[in-house]
Structures are given as structure tokens and as C-alpha cells.
């Protein structure tokens, strides 16, 4: 099967912590499809209903999707040999980052790990702070310095990544519904709508 029919997203990034998993469970919210992960004690099952994750155990091999089946990869910041295999089945890749010196260089060797084997990469500069004016910035000169094709996309730190947690709601969910609530999340949808638009090209 040519590479570009795969339609699956691969979410990478060989720091813990930077949002792999949220961005995971935002997409698959979104995009109504299932979830992949190699996380051992995964918070995915709070927000996805179980018939849509696929929890891979220890040594588990990563599993063959057909076509027809649209996954994300929810893929734990260690080397893990499954990774390959995740990347060769998807078509874009996210790496969550946020510009810590630590975050910096662990984006830079998941580049390298990555780039090449999908057709589009991005950057998600995540945890954005308006206080903090220069962040995305100063990702986006650290991985263009190395990887001038990938494209970095800001997301902001906002509290609906908890709301999608707690209360099981997609963002969309959220955002039709009148009242103050959704209007103080539009900036987040906006940028978000953005990385959805990146994966669907
Ligand atoms: N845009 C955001 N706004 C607010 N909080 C966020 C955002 N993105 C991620 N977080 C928070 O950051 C923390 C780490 O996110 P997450 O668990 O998704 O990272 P991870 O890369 O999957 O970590 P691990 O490598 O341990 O699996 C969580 O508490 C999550 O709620
Ligand atoms: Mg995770």
C-alpha cells in the first residue's frame, strides 16, 4: 500500500511529560478513532471508552492496522522497537515539546528519530503561557536550526485538558455549547483546530 493511503498519527516524544497522551486523546476524541499506547499504567481508559484502545503489554508486538482502521499512537517517551513500527503505519507525526533546555534536546534526537519516515512532521510547542511571549519562538529556532521542514504548531496551556479527562467530553463537545465556557476555550479550539488541520493536510 502506498505510504500516503495511511491515515494513522503517530505521537512521539522521548521526554515524558510533554502532553503525548493528551494530544492523543484529543485527536482520537476528535477524529473518532482508536488509540494505541505502550504506556504500562495509561490514563487513557479515564477519557476513551476501553473498545477503542488498544493497550499494548510488555513485549507485546505493536499489531498490523488495516486501511480501514484509523488508529493514533500514543507512544511513551522510551526507545521501544514498536516505535518503528507505529511510524511505518502512520503518515504524520506529532512531537509534543515544550523550550526547557531538557524538552530542546530530547524534540532534537526525536526528530532525528522520526524524520524520514513520515510524510509530515510537526512540533506542537504545548503549554503555551502568555506571560512567556517568546517560547514558541524559541522552539521554533531550536528545531529549524536542525529540521527546517517541520512545522511547529502552538498550543497553549489551558484547563479543558482537564475538563476532557474528567468529564469524558471531546472538545468539540465542549465548544457547541453556549455560555461563557466555550467562549473562554475558543483560543485553545482555535489552535487545536490548527494541529487538525495539519493531520488532515
Ligand atoms: N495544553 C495543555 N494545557 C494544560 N495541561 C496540559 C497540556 N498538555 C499537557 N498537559 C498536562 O501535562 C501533563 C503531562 O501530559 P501527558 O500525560 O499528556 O504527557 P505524556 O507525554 O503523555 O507523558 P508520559 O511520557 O509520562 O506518558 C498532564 O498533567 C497534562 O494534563
Ligand atoms: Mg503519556
Redesign the pocket.
Known amino acids: 500500500m502506498p505510504k500516503n493511503a495511511q491515515k494513522n498519527i503517530a505521537?512521539v516524544?522521548l521526554?515524558?511529560?510533554?502532553?503525548?497522551?493528551?494530544?492523543?486523546?484529543m485527536t482520537a476524541m476528535m477524529l473518532q478513532c482508536g488509540i494505541v499506547t505502550n504506556?504500562r499504567h495509561?490514563?487513557l481508559d479515564q477519557a476513551i471508552p476501553a473498545n477503542r484502545i488498544v493497550k499494548l503489554e510488555h513485549g507485546e508486538e505493536m499489531p498490523e492496522f488495516p486501511p480501514a482502521v484509523r488508529v493514533v499512537f500514543?507512544m511513551?517517551?522510551f526507545e521501544d522497537p514498536r516505535l518503528l513500527s507505529a511510524l511505518r503505519q502512520s503518515s504524520v507525526c506529532l512531537v509534543?515539546a515544550s523550550c526547557s533546555f531538557l524538552s530542546l534536546q530530547r524534540t532534537l534526537d526525536t526528530l532525528g528519530v522520526v524524520s524520514g519516515r513520515v510524510d509530515r512532521i510537526a512540533v506542537v510547542a504545548?503549554?503555551?503561557e502568555s506571560k512567556y511571549p517568546n517560547h514558541a519562538q524559541k522552539i521554533e529556532k531550536v528545531v529549524h536550526a536542525h529540521f527546517p521542514h517541520v512545522q511547529i504548531l502552538p498550543?497553549?496551556?489551558?484547563?479543558?485538558?482537564?475538563r476532557i479527562?474528567m468529564r469524558k467530553e471531546s472538545i468539540q463537545e465542549i465548544m457547541v455549547r453556549p455560555g461563557l465556557l466555550s467562549r473562554s476555550y475558543q483560543g485553545?479550539y482555535e489552535e487545536y483546530k490548527k494541529i487538525l488541520d495539519f493531520i488532515n493536510h
Open positions: 505521537i516524544q521526554k515524558g511529560g510533554e502532553g503525548k497522551t493528551t494530544l492523543a486523546v504506556e495509561s490514563p500514543d511513551a517517551g509534543p504545548n503549554r503555551l498550543l497553549r496551556r489551558s484547563s479543558i485538558v482537564d479527562f485553545f
